[in-house]
């Protein structure tokens, strides 16, 4: 399977604790993204990659939460000191830089995280 | 903050019925696309329709945009108990990034 791949697919954890998860890419899409998606609600953009460089961050991404994508392949997300709010869908998506199907985002299933 | 509005949250309709849900959005766009997602899992890209388009067609999806009232509407026809899922319509502008509605929930009852 060539989709985007998310591990793990669910995390329980207790408040103050780290949590690191990470993402796979469609091998040929340099562009990647963070979403975050709570209970009813659509996902929220939280940061995006192209190749290794980090291009925007949103303002819901707090000091606690940082994102690598080291050699521009697998991307990781770490939240430090978890709080309860932290509890969400955490989805991963890539695209390709360029070509007709530049603005299509494939998806992965996800990583939830429940923060006790 | 979320960009745009689906309506209705919720659609019930009956195995072969159509299902039309709309979506309405805040600012300028290059391209607006719909989204599927069933329960707990990732999304799957539905259909694009880039700004100067008004209409577009795939299988037995119809989306229609309009920019000078900032919305647009989706229809699945001929409904099928596959097609329970939310629903969410996501812009996007010069920065690929995508910005998402609270989406439409639809079951088909068979």
């Known amino acids: 399977d060539t989709g985007v791949s998310q591990n793990p697919r669910h995390k329980i954890t207790k408040r103050g604790q780290n949590v690191t998860f990470r993402c796979d890419p469609i091998?040929?899409?340099?562009?990647l993204y963070w979403y975050r998606q709570t209970l009813g609600q659509g996902p929220e953009f939280l940061t995006y990659f192209q190749n290794e460089a980090q291009l925007e961050k949103s303002r819901l991404l707090s000091d606690r939460f940082s994102a690598e994508r080291p050699k521009g392949s697998f991307s990781t997300l770490e939240i430090q000191r978890t709080e309860q709010g932290d509890s969400a869908m955490y989805l991963c998506?890539?695209?390709?830089?360029?070509?007709?199907?530049?603005?299509?985002?494939?998806f992965g299933a996800g990583t939830r995280l429940s923060v006790l | 903050s979320q960009q745009g509005e689906e309506d209705p949250q919720a659609l019930s309709i009956q195995e072969g019925e159509n299902a039309t849900m709309n979506c309405s959005y805040k600012?300028?766009?290059?391209?607006l696309q719909w989204y599927r997602q069933n329960s707990g899992r990732g999304l799957v890209h539905l259909i694009l329709?880039?700004?100067?388009?008004r209409e577009k067609h795939s299988g037995r999806l119809r989306v229609t945009l309009d920019t000078s009232k900032k919305s647009s509407s989706l229809l699945i026809t001929a409904s099928r108990a596959a097609d329970t899922a939310s629903y969410f319509c996501?812009?996007?502008?010069?920065?690929?990034?995508?910005?998402f509605g609270a989406g439409t929930t639809v079951t088909v009852r068979a």
């Open positions: 091998s040929e899409h340099n562009r």
């Open positions: 996501a812009t996007d502008g010069n920065d690929y990034k995508l910005s």
């Open positions: 998506a890539s695209s390709p830089g360029g070509g007709l199907a530049k603005n299509i985002q494939y």
């Open positions: 329709i880039r700004s100067n388009e």
């Open positions: 600012t300028s766009i290059n391209n």
